[in-house]
């Protein structure tokens, strides 16, 4: 799932996916240096069983790790997909700022970080005067969590709750503020925002307040030929023998990276908001029509998504956006230095292939819908279907097409 584009930010070279993952773990793993990818290649992918089209990340963590110290080998890349998010500027800086220009949002409140891994989240409210803190995080890394409280001289105001928040009893009947990060790749992939929609529903008072209340989900199209030929097509003629079925399940895996903003072909569309404060957990799936307009003549490879999240409760709204193009905040706003690109998260683009080349020209208009839904069996995973047509001078096509996020 995850690519491999070259001289772009955050898809520096020697990067590789590995399995990291219990059912509550993230899954954002990147290896930066090769040294890494050294010790990470005996527990990658290369070492598993191929993926069947009907498993699941479950099936696939269990496999990884059956011949290891299971819990050994998760605290290891879990410290290693924190330190990546910490590193994710744009992600940090973001919530540091939301926290720290609006500390009357936080001052003498009651706050709940959902899923606090180091802390950092925990930290930045008790900075910004908060009554109390209740850090829940369900892996090892909460032991962490307590001893960087305490390092740091926030034991009195902060409490790491080690546990599944679904299963935690809080001290305290309601909370003030929630704050999480809770966004997968896809914005979706996870759905870690059940965790949040249940942590809502459980403690948050009336009225109270949640960081981010606005989660929206864009798509767009690409042009890719280079990069599908180098991973899709790849499989049609290997060494002259033919391992089209893996391109098969390869088109089927959408694919986490960074996409050139020159390679965006037709106008984009909002095609999911989500309300934090308002939405239930069933409206983590939806079906959204959508319509694309051709900004050139071009070839049209793939579907792009990236997401944009708010934090409209601040003096001055704060959002960030996996676009690379901080269009409005920005520019508005200055969090990041304006320019023709932001910088990049560590969440890149998603990027779903088509089966077949689209030849669009300027102002054609694509058509079509696209479902999202969590795996019955594994509803971490994300099941996506789009179909689409183009009823264009040089291509006629209606397809639709089925993807698995595991
Ligand atoms: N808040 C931290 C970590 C975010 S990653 C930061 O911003 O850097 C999300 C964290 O949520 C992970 O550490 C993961 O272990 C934890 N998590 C996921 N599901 C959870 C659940 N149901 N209960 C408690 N923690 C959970």
Redesign the pocket.
């Given at each position: 799932m995850m690519g491999r584009r070259k001289s772009k930010a955050f898809a520096q070279e020697n990067q590789s996916l590995v399995p990291c993952s219990s059912g509550?773990?993230?899954a954002?793993v990147e290896v930066e240096d090769e040294a890494m990818e050294e010790r990470v290649e005996s527990v990658s992918l290369d070492d598993s069983p191929l993926i069947g089209a009907e498993n699941t990340s479950a099936d696939y963590y269990f496999d990884s790790y059956s011949h290891f110290g299971i819990h050994e080998v998760m605290n290891y890349f879990?410290l290693f997909?924190?330190q990546e998010?910490?590193k994710d500027v744009v992600?940090?800086k973001t919530?540091q700022n939301v926290i720290y220009q609006n500390k009357f949002l936080f001052k003498n409140k009651v706050v709940l970080?959902?899923?606090?891994?180091?802390?950092?989240?925990s930290l930045f409210c008790a900075k910004a005067g908060a009554k109390h803190v209740y850090a829940?995080?369900?892996?090892q890394?909460a032991d962490m969590a307590k001893e960087i409280v305490q390092t740091n001289g926030y034991s009195d105001v902060i409490t790491v709750l080690k546990?599944?928040?679904?299963?935690?009893e809080l001290p305290v009947a309601h909370v003030d503020v929630i704050i999480?990060?809770?966004m997968g790749y896809f914005l979706l992939f996870?759905n870690?925002l059940n965790?949040v929609l249940y942590a809502r529903d459980k403690w948050l008072i009336n009225n109270g307040i949640i960081l981010p209340d606005k989660a929206l989900l864009y798509l767009t199209t690409i042009e890719d030929a280079e990069y599908k030929e180098d991973k899709i097509e790849f499989w049609n003629d290997v060494y002259g023998f033919d391992m089209s079925c893996i391109r098969k399940q390869a088109m089927a895996e959408p694919l986490v990276d960074t996409v050139d903003l020159k390679q965006i072909v037709t106008s984009d569309i909002m095609i999911k908001m989500m309300d934090i404060s308002e939405m239930t957990s069933g409206d983590v799936s939806f079906t959204a029509p959508f319509k694309l307009v051709a900004e050139r003549n071009d070839f049209i490879h793939a579907f792009m998504a990236y997401f944009n999240v708010q934090f409209t409760q601040c003096h001055r709204e704060i959002s960030f956006s996996t676009d690379q193009v901080m269009k409005v905040a920005n520019k508005a706003y200055d969090i990041f230095p304006a320019g023709p690109r932001s910088k990049a998260t560590h969440w890149k683009q998603t990027v779903l292939y088509l089966d077949e080349v689209l030849t669009i020209c300027k102002d054609e208009v694509i058509y079509g819908n696209m479902t999202v839904e969590p795996n019955k069996k594994n509803p971490r995973d994300l099941e996506i279907t789009i179909d689409y047509t183009l009823n264009g001078k040089r291509s006629q096509v209606s397809s639709t097409q089925h993807y698995k996020m595991r």
């Open positions: 509550t773990e993230s954002r879990h997909i924190l998010m910490l992600r940090t919530y970080d959902v899923g606090a891994g180091t802390g950092i989240l829940v995080e369900c892996s890394m546990g599944k928040v679904e299963e935690i999480s990060e809770w996870e870690m965790t």
